[in-house]
């Protein structure tokens, strides 16, 4: 992908946890794009053509070609652009427990935090937090193993394809402390809150992830049987 000669589109919605993965995909690489936000409420027909069964963002399109899914955005990203950083690590088996955490916390840890954010407030909602932070622990413990040498990033001082997955949800938890309640902290996590504070202050990734007092105004519409106030 030579940015300089590619035309490339992204399709997606600024408070999605998956769409801010691909942007800072792309800023990393230095890929110049063109950013459409869609309305999941009323889909336009760019994004019904070009991702017509999932019907979901994000959507990258290059030279017209449409690609979707996160993950897969992120792998086509790497393999086509050859500007530095490369995302993924250059040794097989480092790659694999890459792509091993970033699956755990798609399939894993996302789905158990929407359900504490879906949660009533009491004891459904304790429930959930327990559930997210016995989770939460075992990608901790699974980090500290399989990236013992993180400095202070998993491939190097710079931003990778675990850090564009993770980071770009993980860099908002006061959102959730100010709204729902505390789910991660140094105490309990300080290894993973090691890396997260780490990745919170890159310029790049304090310019990609949306707007804290935006976001917090987000999930008081979005989920309010869930909100401590």
């Known amino acids: 992908m030579d940015h300089k000669q590619s035309e490339v589109k992204l399709l997606g919605v600024w408070s999605s946890p998956f769409c801010p993965r691909i942007e ?13 936000e869609e309305d999941l409420k009323n889909k336009s027909q760019l994004l ?25 955005i992120l792998e086509y990203i790497d393999e086509t652009c050859n500007h530095s950083p490369k995302l993924l690590p250059e040794d097989p ?10 699956n755990y916390y798609d399939q894993k840890l996302l789905p158990s935090y929407f359900r504490i954010l879906f949660a009533s407030k009491g ?3 304790e429930k959930a937090i327990e559930d ?13 193993k399989d990236f013992p040498q993180r ?32 789910i991660m902290n140094t105490v309990k996590n300080p290894i993973l809150m090691s890396w997260v504070n780490a990745m919170k202050e890159s310029p790049l990734m304090k310019e990609t992830i949306p707007p804290h007092d935006k976001l917090v105004a ?8 869930s909100l401590t106030v």
């Not at 088996?93 to 970033?102: D, H, I, M, P």
């Not at 997955?165 to 959730?176: D, I, L």
Request: hydrophobic share 40%; proline share 4%.
């Open 24 to 36: 800072l995909a792309l800023k990393l690489k230095g890929i110049e794009y063109e950013y459409i």
């Open 48 to 72: 019904l053509q070009h991702n017509p069964i999932h019907k979901k963002v994000p959507v990258l399109l290059h030279n017209g070609k449409a690609i979707a899914e996160s993950l897969v």
């Open 93 to 102: 088996y480092q790659r694999s427990k890459v792509r091993f955490w970033a």
């Open 123 to 125: 004891k459904d909602q």
């Open 132 to 144: 997210f932070s016995s989770l939460l622990k075992v990608l901790e413990e699974g980090i500290e």
């Open 151 to 182: 400095c202070p990033f998993i491939n190097s001082t710079t931003l990778g394809y675990l850090e564009c997955v993770v980071g770009t949800n993980a860099c908002n938890y006061k959102v959730c402390h100010e709204t729902v309640a505390e």
């Open 218 to 225: 987000k999930m008081k519409e979005m989920f309010p049987a």
